[in-house]
T-cell receptor
């Protein structure tokens, strides 16, 4: 049963520290998304990639967030420096453009707490 | 623009039917989805409907789409306590294929 793997599952860090979240998309999927979920804002799209190229990262605060896909098996989301308002659950999802209607498969998320 | 709205909360008794509603604004969306999120978990795709369909049934789930009113609904028949979760509707505008989510409806099923 193919799945999207996110690490770590939980992260507690102090304000000002760097945080790196990782995502292993499903093998063969060519689209990767990063979403952030908070009580106040719901699910927000931060960035997405197609064939490892960033297509849209307009949802990310550019001064502190960065997203990359160093290879087809790894996507990273980095926050530097982290702030308490970054506390949220960060989801990665992967999918295959052109399959039509299947949606995308989500990972279990990384719960980030910045104190 | 892209804006998907849902009611925030729904409470039903076990065995009743649940109906969760959603309105969207992008009439060019090709697919509309329903996702389920259980506590502490990611989002799980429940079902989807192509924009040229009016209805889709999948076991206990029935999706109705009214394109004229841009209204999507999810009916769960014989609701069980295990159906308690947050339900999100989502659309994929034809540009970029990204998923735009609604605010989510928290369904509480009581015995």
């Amino acid at each position: 049963d193919a799945r999207v793997t996110q690490t770590p599952r939980h992260k507690v860090t102090e304000m000002g520290q760097e945080v790196t979240m990782r995502c292993q998309p499903i093998l063969g999927h060519n689209t990767v998304f990063w979403y952030r979920q908070t009580m106040m804002q719901g699910l927000e799209l931060l960035a997405y990639f197609r064939n490892r190229a960033p297509l849209d990262d307009s949802g990310m605060p550019k001064d502190r967030f960065s997203a990359e896909m160093p290879d087809a098996t790894l996507a990273t989301l980095k926050i530097q420096p982290s702030e308490p308002r970054d506390s949220a659950v960060y989801f990665c999802a992967s999918g295959l453009v052109g399959t039509g209607g299947r949606g995308y498969t989500f990972g279990s998320g990384t719960r980030l707490t910045v104190v | 623009g892209e804006d998907v709205e849902q009611s925030l909360f729904l409470s039903v008794r076990e065995g009743d039917s649940s109906v969760i509603n959603c309105t969207y604004t992008d009439s060019s969306s090709t697919y509309l989805y329903w996702y389920k999120q259980e506590p502490g978990a990611g989002l799980q795709l429940l079902t989807y409907i192509f924009s040229n369909m009016d209805m889709k049934q999948d076991q206990r789930l029935t999706v109705l789409l009214n394109k004229k009113d841009k209204h999507l609904s999810l009916r769960i028949a014989d609701t069980q306590t295990g159906d308690s979760a947050i339900y999100f509707c989502a659309e994929t505008p034809p540009s970029f294929q990204k998923l735009v989510f609604g605010t989510g409806t928290r369904l509480l099923v009581s015995p």
